[in-house]
């Protein structure tokens, strides 16, 4: 009968090896360390970079309108802490949206609030004044809970017009199917409420009724738009066109 020994069973070890791997083990440990020692400290730099931002009450000194791409213009602060033109964000906001608040160019966060320079509240500029009474309204609009809505509603008339513009421009993609639909929905609801009978259904229900004048209305808009931008194109062909002759009749004559 064989008998098994240790050393068969347990082959003999390289200490050297062992300690090589060690030694890279714990290098390696010590490497993922500092990397995530790095990590955090970058982590908290960037958080306290982006509180100072949004704490700051001037824009930086060597910042430009990211909008305009020029010095600051009755300079206005986002709740995300970037600095934009109040004219500029306004008009981005007037473009982009129309009940919601716009998002920032810069880290496309919902800019529900827009703090002026504080120094811009001494100037007596007309200019001034009609671009910070234009961010009031806007902060009123987005200020949320009970508030925000009561300045919606006061602001309907201004917020359709918004709305109607939108649908007729052609380079905006959105034609508010939803939010219309809602509105017809509330008118025919009224219409019902009040017993009126005046509008013909055909047959259909009034919200049937409703609801088909709401989509007919959203495509009228579109086609006006179209039509509209066909003719101002129009119009600049022919002024250029005038623009090139006027030279060359000149030299003819």
């Known amino acids: 009968m064989e008998v098994t020994t240790a050393d068969e069973v347990f082959p003999e070890v390289n200490t050297a090896e062992v300690t090589e791997n060690l030694d890279r083990n714990e290098l390696v440990e010590s490497s993922n360390a500092v990397v995530l020692a790095d990590g955090v400290v970058a982590a908290e730099e960037r958080k306290i970079e982006a509180e100072n931002r949004e704490e700051s009450e001037t824009p930086p000194e060597d910042d430009i309108c990211p909008i305009c791409f020029c010095s600051f213009t009755v300079p206005c602060r986002g709740n995300c802490g970037h600095w934009y033109c109040g004219s500029c964000i306004l008009q981005y906001w007037n473009y982009a949206a129309v009940s919601r608040p716009c998002k920032c160019p810069m880290c496309v966060r919902l800019i529900t609030k827009l703090s002026p320079e504080a120094s811009l509240l001494e100037r007596q500029e007309q200019e001034v004044k009609e671009v910070l009474d ?3 309204r806007y902060n009123r609009l987005f200020v949320g809970g009970l508030t925000g809505f009561v300045q919606k509603v006061h602001e309907l008339p201004f ?8 649908m ?25 409420a009040a017993e009126f009978n005046f509008i013909p259904t055909g047959g259909f229900r009034i919200v049937t009724v409703f609801d088909y004048a709401a989509i007919t209305m959203i495509l009228i808009l579109r086609l006006v738009g179209i039509y509209r931008r066909r003719r101002l194109a129009q119009q600049v062909r022919q002024l250029a066109a005038a623009v090139i002759e006027e030279p ?6």
């Open 134 to 136: 234009k961010v009031r």
């Open 168 to 192: 007729m421009d052609t380079d905006v993609n959105n034609l508010y199917f939803h939010e219309v639909r809602i509105f017809a929905m509330f008118m025919s609801t009224l219409y019902t």
């Open 159 to 166: 917020l359709m017009k918004r709305m109607v513009w939108h």
């Open 248 to 253: 060359e009749r000149d030299l003819r004559e």
